[in-house]
């Protein structure tokens, strides 16, 4: 998949995009393509040119104000990972799409490794990553807090010198085709899964996630999946439209 520049200054920052994650080895439906601009880095469809294209942002939009007033430690995916408990766990986010909840637990004091297999999606978190790290006000911790690894999480999860020190929880977030057919599901959304498919395989991170995390693991899933790999959690967190589903290996201290 070929990136689209459209600033003249920008065309060696495009080429190490292409390169770092073999974006023209990634086959893709044609009505998609990549561009970059001013904003940044962004994900369009030919075929919906009225569509917003995709990027990632941290600084401004739906991930500032959620940031601001997204309800702090209160927030579902907050106590599902334990920061109700006192506690600032290592989070592995082994799916990590576009970023949005680990950003969340990294504003919220988490450390949060990111994986992320597929090539343009993680071209795109790594573009937003690098924007948000040059961000007076985020920046720093962001940095500190939010790194990014491209590659499958099915080899990943059991390369121990990746991490820095424990893992505490590992939060899975795999797709799951919606059932809706209708305005209730994003535009985004639709475009997104139908770039990337739905994980087909996500049982299968179950049993190494469990392995990895010293803590906990947590499975975001919408309100009608099944339990991940058929196993029931140990607890549950409830939202209008999904759930989180918490498999404890010890308490969170």
């Not at 790594?126 to 939010?146: C, Q, S, T």
Request: charged content about 25%; overall charge neutral; aromatic content about 8%.
């Amino acid at each position: 998949m070929h990136i689209y520049c459209r600033i003249d200054t920008a065309q060696a920052y495009c080429d190490t995009l292409s390169q770092r994650f073999k974006l023209d080895e990634c086959p893709l439906d044609e009505q998609f393509y990549l561009q970059y601009d001013e904003l940044g880095l962004a994900l369009c469809k030919r075929d919906e040119p009225k569509l917003t294209p995709i990027r990632v942002d941290f600084v401004e939009g739906a991930a500032a104000h959620r940031r601001k007033f997204g309800g702090g430690k209160g927030q579902a995916i907050a106590k599902a990972v334990g920061l109700n408990k006192g506690a600032t766990p290592h989070v592995l986010d082994a799916t990590a799409g576009l970023g949005r909840d680990a950003f969340v637990l990294a504003s919220l004091g988490c450390k949060v490794t990111l994986f992320e297999r597929h090539p343009v999606v993680a071209a795109l978190l790594y573009d937003g990553l690098e924007r948000a790290y040059l961000n007076a006000e985020i920046g720093p911790w962001m940095k500190e807090r939010m790194q990014l690894h491209h590659g499958s999480s099915h080899v990943l999860l059991e390369q121990q010198p990746l991490f820095e020190g424990e893992v505490d929880v590992v939060y899975l977030d795999p797709m799951f085709p919606h059932r809706e057919k209708s305005a209730l599901v994003k535009k985004e959304m639709r475009v997104f899964q139908s770039l990337v498919g739905d994980d087909g395989d996500a049982d299968d991170l179950l049993t190494p996630a469990l392995q990895l995390a010293s803590k906990r693991v947590v499975v975001k899933r919408p309100d009608y999946a099944p339990f991940l790999n058929e196993r029931t959690p140990s607890t549950q967190i409830k939202t209008k439209k999904n759930r989180f589903d918490v498999y404890v290996n010890a308490a969170m201290k």
